[in-house]
């Protein structure tokens, strides 16, 4: 930040923009928002239970994969593909090892992972709930490709929307295969663990250590009597217990794939599943398919299904990834008008998770139309996506206008986009922005969560004796434990969205609670107070009044400003952005944090 705002050529805010789409960072920001918009948790079931925390094992590798492949530039299309039916492109099961490769793609339908299961308690392995679990993973799906909403049509002909009953469960029959309701996996048996040889060694060897321990125990207790050296006994049953929980596992992947010949798929009359009704046939929805002209060749032809497969998720997954089609199309606009939502605060398409008749009128449809034909033409890749919009007018324009007053008599609701929108910071920019200003913030990319604890006052915050390093607990909010209901504290005081199905759009509010958090959350206190440490140890001095300096010449909404930053012109200063902070009674804002 500091070089941008030395930099006083006119291709300071684009040689910006090029080093941030190189940072590794950029796959965490904008993994944070996929992962939103396919509802995905590192929890299994319906997270009901406040103190109840059930993590799936492996299930943050498909985060990771998310992370990295936005990182990697990988294409949109292919994107899609993989999450779909990675496990069809290969042919795994009768390799004798996974290869990275195989790996990549076996994690990538961890997408298919994100309805809530409750199947592995035997009392709700249900038929009802094993249908459940099927029709809500197909309905997530096509609300996050395509933004329709496709339930009401589970009983009846949808009401609202050019989509037949008949149509639900056909595009329910693509993903029956996998979440088969007559050969059930419960949501736990989806792990698969496939270790390399190197981890089987290290693995090995540490619990062969633990075994011999255990072995030399159970030796000294099998020497005592149990009516007359019970204390013994049960010290002895302690330490075993203790060593057992030191035993290392194998690496766990959750993968959505086919572990049973197809079953066939039925239409449930009035959407009850004690009364099937026509047999169907895999498809996509009849109004997003659309007749070829002749010779007019498949743009994924060269996609074909892998090993013992149906390849139904292969052949779905070509069809919305075809830019010539219905369904390629409407992929690519909402993935386009999602992505300008995430940028601008509001949507092309106002309601993002709703393209349907009953969902909000596109405000630009040329401007939505061009990039997407621009984001298709340029193969799919995200980040020129994001430097095409970034570099707009539109989104660098200010948010004051000398002719607000007119404007606003025109254009209240700011649909012609005359002026920037004010927004808030979501939860994980907050908490991770303070981490940032204190300088506090683990970096670290990727690996298992930070784990949770529900504490008797009804206060969710990170365990700290359960933390997978001294520093985990200062990583970015990305990081943590992703609940259903019951997020960090302070996350949720931020509005970190329930994800009981899947959320395309955060709503922001603004509720007293807010403002007591970050003036008393004990998290909160205690980073202003290693901030205040690094102003004392960054400025080196002892004078108070050198480290902070009060400005009113500014008017960047800032009250006070590190003395080091007057020696930049406020036409420089407006470029950075300001991040509230309370220390010592003082409000500090700290540009460019």
Not at 4 to 17: P, V
Not at 226 to 236: H, L, M, R, V
Not at 319 to 338: E, Y
Request: glycine share 6%.
């Amino acid at each position: 930040m500091l070089q941008f705002l030395a930099d006083e050529s006119d291709q300071a805010y684009e040689r910006l923009i090029d080093h941030l789409l190189t940072l590794e960072h950029f796959g965490e920001r904008w993994g944070r928002s996929w992962l939103d918009w396919c509802g995905y948790v590192d929890v299994f079931g319906r997270d009901n239970d406040f103190a109840i925390i059930k993590p799936l094992r492996g299930r943050w590798r498909y985060r990771d994969y998310v992370i990295l492949a936005f990182n990697d530039g990988k294409p949109w299309n292919r994107f899609l593909i993989e999450q779909l039916a990675g496990d069809e492109l290969v042919d795994w099961r009768s390799a004798e090892h996974l290869t990275p490769e195989m790996v990549e793609l076996l994690t990538a339908t961890g997408f298919l992972l994100c309805a809530d299961d409750d199947s592995d308690q035997n009392e709700l392995n249900t038929p009802d709930i094993r249908n459940y679990v099927l029709q809500h993973t197909g309905e997530i799906a096509a609300n996050n490709l395509f933004a329709l909403t496709v339930a009401c049509a589970k009983c009846h002909n949808h009401k609202y929307e050019p989509i037949a009953q008949l149509d639900y469960y056909r595009w329910l029959a693509n993903f029956s295969p996998v979440f088969n309701p007559q050969r059930w996996v419960t949501s736990v048996e989806h792990g698969m663990a496939e270790p390399t040889q190197q981890e089987k060694e290290v693995v090995g060897s540490h619990n062969a250590e633990i075994d011999a321990k255990i072995a030399a125990l159970q030796e000294q207790q099998s020497a005592l009597n149990k009516e007359e050296d019970e204390a013994e006994c049960s010290e002895i049953e302690t330490k075993i217990a203790a060593l057992n929980s030191q035993k290392k596992s194998y690496p766990v992947l959750q993968v959505a794939v086919e572990q049973n010949p197809p079953s066939p798929t039925y239409l449930l009359r009035r959407g009850q599943v004690g009364k099937p009704g026509v047999e169907v046939q895999p498809a996509s929805l009849t109004i997003l398919q659309q007749a070829r002209a002749a010779g007019h060749a498949e743009s994924q032809s060269e996609l074909q299904p892998q090993g013992a497969t149906s390849g139904r998720r292969l052949a779905i997954a070509k069809q919305v990834t075809d830019a010539d089609s219905i369904a390629g199309a409407l992929v690519a606009r909402v993935f386009v008008n999602r992505l300008w939502q995430e940028l601008l605060g509001k949507g092309i398409v106002e309601t993002s998770d709703n393209f349907g008749v009953s969902g909000a009128r596109p405000t630009h449809p040329e401007l939505l139309d061009w990039l997407a034909t621009e984001f298709i033409r340029g193969g799919w890749k995200v980040k020129p996506l994001v430097k095409t919009i970034m570099m707009s007018s539109v989104y660098r324009q200010t948010s004051l206008r000398q002719d607000a007053d007119f404007a606003t008599q025109v254009d209240p609701a700011n649909d012609l986009l005359w002026r920037a929108r004010l927004r808030q910071l979501s939860s994980e920019h907050i908490r991770d922005r303070v981490l940032a200003v204190s300088g506090q913030l683990d970096r670290t990319v990727g690996g298992p969560p930070v784990p949770l604890l529900a504490r008797p006052d009804g206060k969710i915050v990170i365990n700290m004796d359960s933390l997978p390093t001294s520093t985990s607990h200062l990583r970015r909010s990305l990081y943590i434990l992703n609940r259903r209901n019951y997020h960090l504290s302070m996350l949720t005081t931020f509005d970190q969205p329930f994800l009981t199905s899947n959320c395309t759009c955060r709503k922001p509010s603004a509720v007293v609670t807010q403002s007591l958090t970050m003036m008393n959350d004990e998290f909160v206190l205690e980073q202003a107070s290693r901030f205040a440490q690094r102003v004392v140890r960054e400025f080196q001095t002892n004078r108070p009044s050198k480290r902070v300096s009060k400005t009113t010449s500014w008017r960047l909404g800032c009250k006070w400003l590190p003395e080091s930053y007057s020696t930049f012109p406020a036409n420089r200063l407006r470029r950075a952005k300001c991040t509230a902070w309370t220390i010592s009674q003082r409000s500090v804002m700290v540009c460019g944090a």
